[in-house]
């Protein structure tokens, strides 16, 4: 349990809607303190959250396709500590209906870069801000399983979750031994902006498991690729 003299602190990247603004307010809720990125400047749901509870939730600034945005926010941090990253950050293709056959080269490009290589350099780079045993965490998707995969469709945001977790696994590979636990998240198919309105799960069914979990990993050393209600999802 939180010590409520001083609280543990998350920082969550890409909060402003969604999956991310939903785990700001269940980790408030949790007696945690919220650091979390937005992009750009203009007003969203999260500022509101912050508004109403100032001395527990922060916003930073940060588009994490953008290495300078990047640097800055670890300038910024300099001398901060978390006990858990989580990078939420994400999107899909313009049209997911389409196959890798059919996919743009500037739609490939563009969601490797926002869904594979950004949060990993997100990791990379601030995971000096994370306590010596805290959680690093990365929003994936079951459709990142290879082995779940058995009828293709939303093939190239399949292919750059897979890539994600790839990558993950190489990150904790290089750091055998660490005392990070490290959680690669499957939420579910959730109704949001992104997973569309014919998503089973609502928010309010996938978040308070999401954040069930990653507490539950605290102590934990090593990586997992878990859904949000804690079952191992297969590589």
């Not at 790839?166 to 959680?183: I, N, Q, T």
């Amino acid at each position: 349990m939180p010590n409520p003299s001083c609280p543990p602190t998350i920082l969550l990247i890409g909060a402003s809607r969604g999956l991310g603004l939903a785990m700001a307010h269940e980790f408030l809720q949790r007696g945690w303190h919220v650091v979390a990125t937005v992009r750009g400047t203009a007003r969203t749901p999260l500022h509101d959250l912050a508004a109403a509870h100032p001395d527990a939730v922060g916003i930073e600034t940060l588009d994490i396709c953008d290495p300078e945005q990047l640097a800055a926010l670890h300038q910024r941090l300099a001398g901060r500590k978390f006990e858990m990253l989580f990078v939420n950050a994400g999107t899909t293709n313009p049209d997911p209906t389409q196959t890798i056959g059919e996919v743009s080269t500037r739609d490939f490009v563009d969601l490797m870069v926002t869904n594979a290589l950004s949060p990993m350099r997100v990791v990379e780079q601030l995971a000096d801000h994370v306590t010596p045993s805290g959680l690093i965490g990365i929003m994936s998707s079951g459709q990142g399983s290879i082995a779940h995969n058995e009828r293709g469709m939303r093939e190239l945001y399949r292919g750059s979750k897979a890539a994600l977790n790839m990558f993950m696994r190489s990150y904790a590979a290089r750091r055998a031994g660490s005392a990070h636990p490290m959680v690669l998240m499957a939420p579910g198919w959730v109704r949001t902006e992104l997973g569309g309105p014919e998503a089973p799960l609502g928010i309010e069914d996938s978040v308070p498991g999401v954040v069930d979990v990653l507490l539950s990993r605290i102590g934990q050393p090593g990586l997992r690729y878990l859904d949000y209600q804690g079952r191992t999802v297969p590589w």
